[in-house]
């Protein structure tokens, strides 16, 4: 079944959101907006519209490449041997050595990109309500995913800066400097949005054919259950989550690989992806394709097809490496190795910073499109195994331990049946509550390694600043080029990053810095 293409021209953003930039002073809704959404083709076009903001580069790259990943103990940029090191190293490093100024554009993007989703996804929610040329079941899906997208944007700015400004309808010239709300009732609204979300959308199999990719039930429900296991409502999250399982539209694949491979994009194990295709439309944040995949590939100084190769700003760690149990076949199937014979040819490695590359978001040499800035691989946001492993969670934390430890095994009996050595990864046991978190945290990080969620997952554990300054005390002798990463975090400060200035400066002193910026 092929996956949506999400499209949506220049034009179109244009006339419906009207405002790129949340503060900007030009009015929220353009007045061709309010004449647009007239028939089910314009509500179509435009929620397909809505989806355009996360394949951007600039919503992505800071917050899951280099922050996700790079910020924590998994992964760090690469060597001066990319070219992508000489502009994208002095913007990141900051980012990884939590030396974070409020001026970073890395900062800036994910703010912009998000805050413009928000807007779009509020006039879409308002003019669609109000159509009634539509059918009802299709207005409702529609809804559904304009609710679901707009708490996906919200989610992804809430773990980056915090507490935010609650846009539930389209703001009026008087409400464009409001303050922000607290945590609770950001979470809240996020939380609102998933209900309403999933009371609307179908499940995955109701989709017509080749409309794979979009917002369904089970990615609602999955991203509020998300988003109780960050507040530490384990209970809530226990409640919702069984309902994702119990729905029975969702699965792992036999083979751990699989899930990363462009022949089984969008799989029963797929419960939320960004949708990427490659149109040959060149380097910019209106093209389809997922560039991080060109930032995990190596860069070759000797190889004239450069656009073949990448940048190797995706390293994997030596401590990520030796967070495995002996045998386990998901490192195999996660790290490039140096001068792994891989892929047909020998992999050097080149610019990498550790000697490791990550294999996950690699896309062989036959299927690579004439500019790889233009990928066609998705971006998974939510699998099911990270489901069963919050489910694991929930499920040790509210006393339920034999549970818990039944959604562990799934994971990991899949990893073991993927090994010649059917004594690998035994069935973990254990019973105590401090214990068995510990190995379900250990657990995600080998099973979700390089899939950009290890530093929020750190900070929602409350060890942030410990694993991250132990980790520079261990390693900053063995990193020439990021000896201080990990070295300045700050409890009580670098969980969140700070707002960007320009926001701050636009909203005339309405917006508050964050502590510490």
């Given at each position: 079944?092929?996956?949506?293409?999400?499209?949506?021209?220049?034009?179109?953003?244009?006339?419906?959101?009207?405002?790129?930039?949340f503060?900007?002073?030009?009015?929220?809704?353009?007045?061709?907006?309010?004449?647009?959404?007239?028939?089910?083709?314009?509500?179509?076009?435009?929620?397909?519209?809505?989806?355009?903001?996360s394949?951007?580069?600039?919503?992505?790259?800071?917050?899951?490449l280099?922050?996700?990943?790079?910020?924590?103990?998994?992964?760090?940029?690469?060597?001066?041997?990319?070219?992508?090191?000489?502009?994208?190293?002095?913007?990141?490093?900051?980012?990884?050595?939590?030396?974070?100024?409020?001026?970073?554009?890395q900062?800036?993007?994910?703010?912009?990109?998000?805050?413009?989703?928000?807007?779009?996804?509020?006039v879409?929610?308002?003019?669609?309500?109000?159509?009634?040329?539509?059918?009802?079941?299709?207005?409702?899906?529609?809804?559904?995913?304009?609710?679901?997208?707009?708490?996906?944007?919200?989610?992804?700015?809430?773990?980056?800066?915090?507490?935010?400004?609650?846009?539930?309808?389209?703001?009026?010239?008087?409400?464009?400097?409001?303050?922000?709300?607290?945590?609770?009732?950001?979470?809240?609204?996020i939380?609102?949005?998933?209900?309403?979300?999933?009371?609307?959308?179908?499940?995955?199999?109701?989709?017509?054919?080749?409309?794979?990719?979009?917002?369904?039930?089970?990615?609602?429900?999955?991203?509020l259950?998300k988003?109780?296991?960050?507040?530490?409502?384990?209970?809530?999250?226990?409640?919702?989550?069984?309902?994702?399982?119990?729905?029975?539209?969702?699965?792992?694949?036999?083979?751990?690989?699989?899930?990363?491979?462009?022949?089984?994009?969008?799989?029963?194990?797929?419960?939320?992806?960004?949708q990427?295709?490659?149109?040959?439309t060149g380097?910019?944040?209106?093209?389809?394709g997922?560039?991080?995949?060109?930032?995990?590939?190596?860069?070759?100084?000797?190889?004239?097809?450069?656009?073949?190769?990448?940048?190797?700003?995706?390293?994997?760690?030596?401590?990520?490496?030796?967070?495995?149990?002996?045998?386990?076949?998901?490192?195999?199937?996660?790290?490039?190795?140096?001068?792994?014979?891989?892929?047909?040819?020998?992999?050097?490695?080149?610019?990498?910073?550790?000697?490791?590359?990550?294999?996950?978001?690699?896309?062989p040499?036959?299927?690579?499109?004439?500019?790889?800035?233009?990928?066609?691989k998705?971006?998974?946001?939510?699998?099911?195994?990270?489901?069963?492993?919050?489910?694991?969670?929930?499920a040790?934390?509210?006393?339920?331990?034999?549970?818990?430890?039944?959604?562990?095994?799934?994971v990991?009996?899949?990893?073991?049946?993927?090994?010649?050595?059917?004594?690998?990864?035994?069935?973990?046991?254990?019973?105590?509550?401090?214990?068995?978190?510990?190995?379900?945290?250990?657990?995600?990080?080998?099973?979700?390694?390089?899939?950009?969620?290890?530093?929020y997952d750190?900070?929602?554990?409350?060890?942030?600043?410990?694993?991250?300054?132990?980790?520079?005390?261990?390693?900053?002798?063995?990193?020439?080029?990021?000896?201080?990463?990990?070295?300045?975090?700050?409890?009580?400060?670098?969980?969140?990053?700070?707002?960007?200035n320009?926001?701050?400066?636009?909203?005339?002193?309405?917006?508050?810095?964050?502590?510490?910026?």
């Amino acid at each position: 079944m092929k996956s949506i293409k999400i499209l949506l021209s220049v034009i179109l953003i244009a006339s419906i959101c009207g405002c790129s930039d949340f503060l900007d002073k030009n009015p929220l809704v353009n007045p061709a907006a309010e004449t647009y959404y007239q028939t089910e083709q314009d509500c179509f076009d435009a929620i397909m519209g809505l989806y355009s903001f996360s394949q951007r580069e600039t919503f992505y790259l800071a917050p899951w490449l280099i922050i996700g990943d790079g910020a924590s103990d998994d992964c760090v940029l690469g060597n001066e041997v990319s070219d992508g090191y000489s502009w994208l190293g002095p913007r990141a490093r900051p980012l990884i050595e939590f030396e974070i100024l409020p001026t970073s554009d890395q900062i800036s993007g994910c703010w912009n990109q998000c805050f413009s989703g928000v807007s779009f996804a509020t006039v879409a929610i308002e003019r669609i309500g109000e159509n009634m040329n539509i059918p009802e079941a299709t207005k409702n899906i529609f809804l559904g995913e304009a609710y679901f997208l707009r708490a996906f944007y919200y989610f992804s700015m809430v773990r980056m800066y915090g507490r935010l400004q609650i846009v539930d309808h389209v703001l009026s010239y008087d409400e464009y400097f409001m303050p922000r709300a607290s945590i609770e009732e950001t979470w809240a609204f996020i939380e609102s949005d998933c209900k309403m979300a999933a009371s609307l959308l179908p499940e995955r199999k109701d989709y017509p054919e080749g409309q794979t990719g979009r917002a369904t039930k089970g990615a609602a429900n999955s991203l509020l259950g998300k988003s109780y296991i960050y507040q530490g409502k384990f209970q809530d999250a226990y409640n919702i989550l069984t309902t994702v399982v119990a729905s029975g539209q969702y699965g792992l694949l036999p083979v751990y690989e699989h899930v990363f491979d462009l022949d089984h994009q969008n799989s029963e194990e797929s419960v939320y992806a960004i949708q990427h295709a490659s149109t040959d439309t060149g380097w910019s944040d209106d093209n389809e394709g997922n560039i991080l995949s060109f930032y995990s590939h190596d860069w070759d100084p000797d190889d004239d097809i450069k656009w073949h190769n990448g940048w190797a700003m995706h390293c994997p760690t030596q401590d990520l490496l030796d967070s495995y149990e002996p045998g386990d076949p998901r490192l195999a199937a996660t790290i490039i190795f140096p001068g792994e014979f891989f892929d047909g040819r020998i992999n050097p490695n080149y610019a990498s910073s550790t000697g490791y590359l990550v294999k996950k978001w690699y896309i062989p040499w036959g299927q690579r499109s004439n500019d790889q800035s233009d990928c066609q691989k998705n971006i998974i946001f939510i699998r099911y195994a990270d489901v069963l492993l919050y489910l694991a969670e929930a499920a040790n934390e509210i006393g339920r331990t034999s549970e818990a430890l039944d959604y562990l095994e799934q994971v990991r009996a899949r990893a073991r049946s993927n090994s010649d050595d059917p004594n690998v990864l035994p069935r973990r046991t254990e019973t105590d509550r401090n214990a068995l978190r510990d190995l379900i945290w250990h657990e995600r990080r080998v099973e979700l390694a390089c899939e950009w969620q290890r530093f929020y997952d750190l900070v929602r554990q409350g060890r942030a600043g410990q694993v991250l300054r132990a980790y520079w005390e261990k390693y900053s002798a063995t990193h020439p080029l990021y000896p201080n990463k990990g070295r300045y975090f700050v409890d009580g400060r670098n969980e969140i990053f700070p707002i960007p200035n320009a926001q701050i400066l636009a909203s005339d002193g309405t917006l508050e810095q964050n502590p510490g910026y």
